[in-house]
């Protein structure tokens, strides 16, 4: 890597100051938490597979016309974006029961909902992300009224799009998170898709198996759980050429 000014460091990733002004380099970690970081680990290859994810995802979204901060892959961990003003609210779009919503309602996991759901969460780890309205977002300015009408379109769109994107290679979008940032250019604002999407930030299943291809493998203790990052990639045809052996670095060359 080479030497930059790191802006700030998170539980999967680091941002850097990227080499334009208004620009940042988002390097991808293998270092995965849950629980609000009580259960820590590493997934071997897990941010090579989550860059080229969310490249992909990210690429294809901006060619159907939602705005994201994607510019481009520099290499294996790393890609350019653009420097957002990020909005403090996790949006989770469920297209299914799974999670916290299963918990909390005591609903069976898997269970199609009878329409897509929104939720907010504040962002924050002290208190562990706490489930929000949009009221508390109004209210508190996290975002005005606009930009929320606007983040709700974008997220619907968003689902509907990655739904059939998944469906086409096998893969049901159970649920996902998202976050949005304010970009400003040429003295106009517009919200934009930041962060990543990946299998750390989605729950995908297998349509025929319901097998995990995300992140619960990690939560729940079960087992090959980057094999289940490279499954989602290998579907997505983004695999490198030579398959998960690219990931670990230098080859010896015959
Ligand atoms: P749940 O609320 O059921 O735990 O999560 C809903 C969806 O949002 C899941 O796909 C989960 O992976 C994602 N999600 C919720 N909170 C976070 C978070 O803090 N980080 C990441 N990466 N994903 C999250």
Redesign the pocket.
Known sequence: MARRRQVYEGKAKVLFKGPEPGTLVQYFKDDATAFNNKKRGTITGKGVLNNRISEYLMMRLTEVGVPTHFMRRLNMREQLVKEVEIIPV?V?VRNFV????AKRLGLAEGTPLPRSIIEY?YKSDELD?PMISEEHITAFNWAAPQELDEIVQLSLRINDFLSGLFYGIGIRLI???IEFGRLYENDQMRIVLADEISP????LWDVKTNEKL??DRFRRDMDRIPEAYQEVARRLGIMPEGGPSDFKGPRLVQ
């Open positions: 996790e989770v799974a999670g916290s919503l969460y992300d649920d996902f998170k750390d930030s989605c729950r995300d992140k």
